[in-house]
Every structure is written in structure tokens, then in C-alpha cells.
């Protein structure tokens, strides 16, 4: 059993940041890519940032230069500081983390509840 949750979202308004954190619990053997979604009504999910086990990061176009991923894999934990917030992300952020659960288990995805973010004008 593996949960994800997501805290940190909430109302800002326009330049302002944001700091979402996303942590795993339950039992895990290891976590590989973790990451950032956002979805909008009537959109599909989009990929916002995603981090590798290693540290490397990849980032939305829409959103390079302004959000950093990080992970601290002590905590099992990734985060998404975004600054400089526009309203065209406001979305719901899910996050999303890629976990086996024992040593001769394979990966699956695992995704948390999702929470709001709203960028006023």
C-alpha cells in the first residue's frame, strides 16, 4: 500500500510562488522518476517536471525557468517550487512517483489526490 499527498497548493496571485510537496509513504522497496502533473477542465494531464532517482530533471516548456523540481529521497519526498505564477497555471497539480514496493517488483505509477493551485490576475 502506497499513498502520495500532495499539500502546498492554495490561492496566489499573479508573479507570486508556490511551493508543493509531495510525499510517499506506505511500503516501499524504491523510487525511481518522480514528478509534477497539472490538469485543467476539459484538458488533458500535462507533464509539468519530472526527476529522475539521480537528479535529473526535465521540464514543460511552458514552465522552464520558473518551477524547479527537487527531491529529498531520505523523505521520499519531491517538491515543486513555481514562482512567478500566471494565471494560466492554475490547474490541479498531481503528483506522481514511480515505486516498487519489493525487490522483485516492478515499478508501477502511483498518483497522488491532486491539489488546487489558482493564480489570480
Known amino acids: 500500500q502506497v499513498q502520495l499527498v500532495e499539500s502546498g497548493g492554495g490561492l496566489v496571485q499573479a508573479g507570486g510562488s508556490l511551493r508543493l510537496s509531495c510525499a510517499a509513504s506506505?511500503?516501499?522497496?524504491?523510487?525511481?522518476?518522480m514528478g509534477w502533473y497539472r490538469q485543467v477542465p476539459g484538458k488533458q494531464r500535462e507533464l509539468v517536471a519530472t526527476?529522475?532517482?539521480?537528479?535529473?530533471?526535465n521540464y514543460a516548456d511552458a514552465v522552464k525557468g520558473r518551477f524547479t523540481i527537487s527531491r529529498d529521497n531520505a523523505k521520499n519526498t519531491v517538491y515543486l517550487q513555481m514562482n512567478s505564477l500566471r494565471p494560466e497555471d492554475t490547474a490541479v497539480y498531481y503528483c506522481?512517483?514511480?515505486?516498487?514496493?519489493?525487490?522483485?517488483?516492478?515499478?508501477?505509477?502511483?498518483w497522488g489526490q491532486g491539489t488546487q493551485v489558482t493564480v489570480s490576475s
Open positions: 506522481n512517483a514511480d515505486i516498487a514496493t519489493g525487490w522483485r517488483t516492478g515499478p508501477r505509477a502511483y
Open positions: 506506505g511500503i516501499i522497496f524504491s523510487i525511481n522518476a
Open positions: 526527476i529522475t532517482s539521480g537528479g535529473s530533471t
